[in-house]
T-cell receptor, first 110, second 120 residues
């Protein structure tokens, strides 16, 4: 399975965009990129996923580079409730396994 | 609320005790999962069930015994645990195993809040 690397922590001012990077340089053509987040004392929560194209939903945007070796999760207007650990996960199509890394601890500052 | 509930939320047990963790999903999903999250470690997949049948045991010690009586309920029976088994135990469910439906959103996993287990 492809591995991901993320910075261990980031700070973001409330109301500003939070850009969380993820490197997945060994990703192969049929592997999806998923993002989850885990707010303290809760289970992980799905945010967004993509394969090749950029994706946007009500929570976030996902930008995947053309060579697919990295991606960025964008929270357009971060709020204090977005403080959480964000996990970037690569999953092989046709399998159900997530390989969680240690994620990025995002702290949104008032 | 994700539609996945876990009880108890907190559990303290001795090494000789027997206890069970319960997970229930109200989403009509077919697949259920147990994960372990130790302090400062990534989530580890433990067991996977699909239509009540176990499809994965990720080399979990036999002191952890899962049970899936139906697609809505999943148990994790615990006996003679060790202090290093102290962790957050998370249950999740998904519509199907992703093998069936590729990368569709329907296969996102919905997690419960977890049971914080402390083994003394």
């Amino acid at each position: 399975d492809a591995k991901t690397t993320q910075p261990p922590s980031m700070d973001c001012a409330e109301g500003r965009a939070a850009n969380l990077p993820c490197n997945h340089s060994t990703i192969s053509g049929n592997e999806y990129v998923y993002w989850y987040r885990q707010i303290h004392s809760q289970g992980p929560q799905y945010i967004i996923h993509g394969l090749k194209n950029n994706e946007t939903n009500e929570m976030a945007s996902l930008i995947i580079t053309e060579d697919r070796k990295s991606s960025t999760l964008i929270l357009p207007h971060a709020t204090l409730r977005d403080t959480a650990v964000y996990y970037c996960i690569v999953r092989v199509s046709g399998t159900y396994k997530y390989i969680f890394g240690t994620g990025t601890r995002l702290k949104v500052l008032a | 609320e994700t539609g996945v509930t876990q009880t108890p939320r907190h559990l303290v047990m001795g090494m000789t005790n027997k206890k069970s963790l319960k997970c229930e999903q109200h989403l009509g999903h077919n697949a259920m999962y147990w994960y372990k999250q130790s302090a400062k470690k990534p989530l580890e997949l433990m067991f996977v069930y699909n239509f009540k049948e176990q499809t994965e045991n990720n080399s979990v010690p036999s002191r952890f015994s899962p049970e899936c009586p139906n697609s809505s309920h999943l148990f994790l029976h615990l006996h003679t645990l060790q202090p290093e088994d102290s962790a957050l135990y998370l249950c999740a469910s998904s519509q199907d195993l992703w093998v069936a439906s590729g990368g569709a959103k329907m296969n996102e996993q919905f997690f419960g809040p977890g049971t914080r287990l402390t083994v003394l």
